[in-house]
């Protein structure tokens, strides 16, 4: 048996996050939610998602397949309803569909009603005000029964929830897990001088610099580097936010870089709920949130000194720069900022890309290059207002 995560309507709804990935290539917790149920049922996975991304993330079928939705993260109580499934059967919360002992494009020989509280992620913001419960269930699954490395005695570490894999360096730091535990992945390192509250998590082979100060929830995908103050934000990996500035409840995809001294506001200066823009409604949507501060899309960047205003969101491969606030809402391949935008055109895009991941021992492939292309052109519209 293999699972299958496929992409509900929730693929619309967390734009522009996942005009890059499927829906449960997404990381939320340590883990994305692909990796979550792989650990737990201990199988290979693969992805039922858009047409333009299936070349990158294939689909592989084969006998009594799980079809598992892919914005449902795993907890008890689904693991043990989804393994008493038998073929044909389908799991449901009223008509939302959770998994599948069947195609989900088939009839159901039977469905079970599921009615337990799970965590769905159905919004960009849902990423980071998930992530408390998340880092922490993914916590005890990565540790448990086992032994954490040791590192240096130039530490303080406060409370018992700390875990480091095999590689993970850290000098002069304080760890403080009394609210929650704190993980630093294999060949991660922490640099001198550095305070971190947890929940925390620092994922394989990234860096925090010296002096910075972190909150929980904050997890530091692999592969990127950070600094300055941060704030119950979720990085997936491949970025950089190397230098002073702060970044709170936020969402940065891959290969995002953050300028030197960049700010975004996470709390509204009449402290009224915060509204972020909806790709699918093409208009602000309300969060029912009063602190959200950026999300930022894979490939986008700012330049050194860039202030985001409360709830802001930045499309695939922006790229925002100058004086003063940009607009809240930043179209995918724009470039400019608070003085106007143009496009950022795919040629232009794709000079910059290779070097980036030239960088990074990383290929350019013809796979990002065809999704990329793709996405320049589904976000044409949204242009059309420079």
């Not at 914005?71 to 998994?99: H, M, N, R, W, Y």
């Not at 079970?112 to 913001?125: A, G, Q, R, T």
């Not at 570490?157 to 897990?177: M, P, V, Y």
């Not at 709390?267 to 709920?273: G, P, T, V």
Request: hydrophobic letters at 40%; glycine letters at 10%.
């Amino acid at each position: 048996m293999a699972i299958i995560l496929f992409d509900d309507n929730a693929y619309q709804s967390l734009l522009p996050l996942t005009y890059t990935r499927p829906v449960a290539d997404l990381r939320v917790g340590i883990l994305t939610i692909a990796e979550k149920w792989a650990k737990h049922l201990g199988t290979t996975y693969s992805f039922k998602t858009q047409p333009y991304l299936q070349a990158k993330f294939p689909l592989k079928t084969g006998y009594d397949d799980l079809y598992i939705n892919g914005s449902v993260c795993p907890d008890e109580g689904l693991l043990e309803a989804i393994g008493e499934l038998k073929t044909g059967d389908a799991l449901k919360q009223g008509e939302f569909l959770i998994a599948a002992k069947a195609a989900i494009d088939s009839e159901f020989s039977s469905v079970v009603n599921y009615d337990p509280f799970f965590i769905s992620i159905k919004h960009p913001e849902d990423i980071f005000s998930k992530n408390n419960i998340e880092l922490r269930k993914d916590f005890k699954l990565l540790t448990k029964g086992r032994t954490s490395a040791t590192i240096s005695a130039t530490n303080i570490i406060i409370g018992t929830d700390f875990f480091a894999e095999e590689g993970a360096e850290a000098e002069c730091s304080t760890f403080n897990t009394t609210n929650g535990p704190i993980y630093l992945g294999k060949g991660s390192s922490v640099w001198e001088g550095v305070n971190i509250r947890g929940a925390f998590a620092l994922c394989e082979n990234s860096q925090v610099k010296m002096g910075a100060k972190i909150y929980g929830a904050t997890t530091i995908g692999p592969y990127s580097r950070v600094g300055g103050e941060i704030n119950n934000a979720v990085i997936w990996g491949y970025s950089s936010k190397g230098h002073e500035g702060f970044l709170g409840n936020a969402v940065l995809g891959q290969w995002c870089n953050i300028g030197a001294d960049s700010n975004n506001s996470n709390l509204k200066n009449n402290y009224a709920e915060v509204k972020l823009w909806d790709y699918t409604t093409q208009r602000f949507r309300k969060t029912g949130l009063q602190f959200c501060g950026l999300i930022m899309a894979d490939h986008a960047k700012c330049g050194i000194n860039t202030m985001f205003n409360t709830g802001t969101v930045v499309g695939v491969s922006a790229n925002v720069f100058g004086s003063g606030y940009p607009r809240n809402f930043i179209p995918d391949f724009a470039w400019g900022g608070a003085q106007g935008f143009e496009v950022y055109t795919i040629k232009k895009m794709f000079e910059t890309a290779k070097l980036v991941y030239e960088r990074r021992n990383v290929e350019f492939d013809e796979h990002e290059q065809e999704i990329l292309k793709t996405v320049f052109e589904l976000t044409a519209g949204f242009r059309g207002v420079f």
